[in-house]
């Protein structure tokens, strides 16, 4: 029994029950494409069923605006996948009659759909001949067949893509994508694998050679960059706050957070008390005190955010003041969301 047929047998026995799979419908497929980006299916389970409820149609979530789908996406991170999702959903339904496209090189086109997603929806709803190559499908075969290709490297993908068209049956290839990514997601792990109790165990080159734990090879090291955030909590006579929209591009565009102070370093309570006189000497403020003496640690792919809160007494009524309860109704980062829930 080959390679291709062994694995479907493995899926059809092991397969976990999720909703995008029920269905040849490429939106929902296309929504959990984007939602499990960089996010396991637990995490991301929740958020699918959402958005669904809240948006059953791309037509839906073409007409929502823009902070209520980042208010639904809320924790999930990587914010961008959100705001290319709401922009392809209004492409998909103004110009293209809410019909997707039904083929892998069309999908292409869309915003914030790639190689693997559009490779996923072709499959998936229309059945075509086109392998997904993600992070799984990568530790599979470079395991099974003993590649030491560097998957970060810019050749990785299309030999691992030539590979996966080569085992892809023609009759099946919605079946052999999901099962490739499902093996690699349940059974060829990413450490320590139970390989003695594997279908390939008799077959399989890394576990001969004794090399299961060093593949698949990844060489280049994200370089993380430290940031240093101080919000300000600023509370009048009425304890109503302001917040701001980032609308820089980089981290949490179009969310909400507090008024920011970017620092070089973890600054002292005297410097930086100084800094917020400075910049804001319109208000007339009362007391300055540290939330938190010891920063936060938030972690991003590519940067490690210290964070630090400090409350700031003003006199009088701030410009756009707004209450706890209008707080809540606003997109924040989580770690953000977080602070002001448990506040």
């Known amino acids: 029994m080959d390679f291709s047929n062994l694995l479907i047998d493995w899926y059809l026995q092991n397969k976990r029950d999720l909703p995008w799979r029920n269905t040849t419908n490429p939106y929902p497929i296309w929504l959990s494409e984007i939602m499990l980006q960089q996010t396991r299916v637990a995490q991301g389970m929740p958020y699918f069923f959402s958005f669904t409820k809240a948006f059953?149609?791309?037509?839906?979530?073409?007409?929502?605006?823009?902070?209520q789908v980042l208010k639904l996406w809320q924790g999930l991170g990587y914010y961008s996948r959100a705001r290319n999702l709401h922009q392809t959903a209004q492409f998909i339904a103004n110009e293209l009659g809410g019909v997707f496209p039904n083929n892998y090189k069309d999908l292409l086109q869309l915003k914030g759909i790639g190689e693997y997603t559009a490779a996923a929806i072709a499959s998936f709803a229309y059945n075509e001949v086109v392998p997904v190559v993600d992070g799984n499908v990568f530790r599979v075969l470079s395991r099974y067949f003993d590649i030491e290709t560097d998957i970060a490297s810019?050749?990785?993908?299309?030999?691992?893509?030539?590979?996966?068209?080569?085992?892809?049956?023609?009759?099946?290839?919605a079946l052999f994508n999901q099962a490739i990514m499902e093996f690699g997601a349940l059974q060829c792990v990413p450490k320590s694998p139970n390989c003695s109790d594997c279908i390939f165990n008799q077959s399989c080159a890394a576990l001969q050679k004794k090399k299961v734990d060093i593949l698949p090879v990844k060489l280049k090291k994200l370089k993380v960059r430290n940031r240093f955030f101080n919000y300000l909590i600023f509370s009048d006579d009425m304890a109503n706050?302001?917040?701001?929209?980032?609308?820089?591009?980089?981290?949490?565009?179009?969310?909400?957070?507090?008024?920011?102070?970017?620092?070089?370093?973890?600054?002292?309570?005297?410097?930086?008390?100084?800094?917020?006189?400075?910049?804001?000497?319109?208000?007339?403020?009362?007391?300055i005190g540290e939330e938190n003496s010891k920063s936060i640690l938030h972690k991003l792919s590519h940067q490690h955010l210290h964070i630090k809160f400090w409350n700031v007494k003003v006199n009088g009524h701030l410009p756009n003041g707004i209450n706890s309860t209008g707080l809540k109704t606003y997109p924040f980062p989580i770690v953000l969301h977080n602070f002001i829930e448990a506040k």
């Open 56 to 67: 059953p149609t791309v037509f839906d979530l073409a007409h929502a605006n823009e902070e």
């Open 154 to 173: 810019a050749s990785a993908k299309k030999e691992f893509s030539a590979l996966a068209m080569e085992l892809i049956p023609n009759e099946n290839p």
């Open 241 to 287: 706050t302001i917040i701001q929209k980032r609308t820089d591009k980089g981290i949490w565009h179009n969310l909400y957070e507090f008024p920011l102070i970017e620092t070089e370093k973890e600054e002292n309570f005297v410097t930086l008390s100084e800094q917020i006189k400075t910049n804001f000497q319109d208000f007339d403020i009362v007391s």
